[in-house]
């Protein structure tokens, strides 16, 4: 999914609450139980000095996610740290109010915290269960203005009122923004124009220290 993480651990497995009509996971794997805590996740090696992903099979910050299980999670990275060779984790998540929850947890200081702005518009019949786009800026904002590392990506990038999108995506203090489209081509989703993309990275790229461009832009004319 993103070309600086060296590989995915999901300790919490299942089907995501959020159902999004485009979720990779559910053309993955469309018979998925309920979500489950798999303890023999925590007999992985997880190295030394590696970035890892952790969760990048269904948002185990939902809020059908005991918080027991999410700490058994953090517990279990704190300790497996090196002292010499961190490990860097990425947490990502739509429902990024829930990272404050554990923003106090001593494994924070090594966790670059994202979350998914598809557009600053709502789609319901799209984003089904996810939280409204606001409420994970307001919560982004909180944890960029504690001097926490952040990120945004915008995959599938849908639709959207471009000054509006800029600002949200600033207010969330990225220091990395993906962009990337649609990877599903059996689901339709309302897309922005080739000129609508490259202006906005041409405006966040003004701003932000990283723009991505993800090797999925098929069809956009954009670097």
Same mark, same amino acid.
């Given at each position: 999914m993103y070309k600086f993480v *060296?590989?995915?651990?999901? @300790? #919490?497995?299942? %089907? &995501?609450? *959020?159902? &999004?009509?485009? &979720?990779? =996971?559910?053309?993955?794997? @469309?018979n998925a139980s309920q979500p489950r805590l798999a303890e023999y996740e925590f007999y992985t090696d997880l190295g030394k000095g590696n970035s890892i992903f952790i969760g990048s099979s269904t948002d185990m910050f939902a809020d059908n996610i005991p918080s027991e299980w999410i700490?058994?999670?953090l517990d279990f990275c704190h300790k497996k740290q090196d002292p010499e060779r961190h490990n860097t984790f990425l947490l990502q998540s739509k429902n990024p109010r829930r990272f404050l929850e554990f923003i106090n947890h001593p494994l924070m200081q090594h966790v670059v915290f994202?979350?998914? #702005?598809?557009?600053? %518009?709502?789609? @319901?019949e799209i984003m089904n269960k996810a939280p409204k786009i606001e409420e994970r800026v307001e919560a982004m904002e909180k944890i960029a203005?504690?001097?926490? %590392?952040? =990120?945004?990506?915008a995959e599938p990038l849908m639709q959207f009122d471009h000054t509006d999108m800029v600002s949200i995506i600033k207010r969330c203090q990225p220091r990395l923004v993906a962009i990337g489209r649609n990877t599903r081509r059996? #689901?339709?989703?309302? !897309? @922005?124009?080739? !000129?609508?993309?490259?202006?906005?990275? *041409?405006?966040? %790229?003004? &701003?932000i220290p990283k723009v991505h461009i993800k090797d999925n832009h098929n069809g956009w004319d954009v670097k």
């Open positions: *060296h590989y995915t651990w999901n @300790p #919490i497995k299942g %089907r &995501c609450l *959020h159902n &999004c009509s485009y &979720c990779y =996971m559910k053309q993955i794997n @469309p700490t058994q999670v994202a979350t998914t #702005i598809e557009s600053n %518009r709502f789609y @319901p203005n504690q001097g926490f %590392r952040t =990120m945004v990506t059996d #689901i339709i989703l309302p !897309e @922005p124009t080739n !000129e609508e993309v490259q202006l906005l990275v *041409h405006e966040l %790229r003004k &701003c």
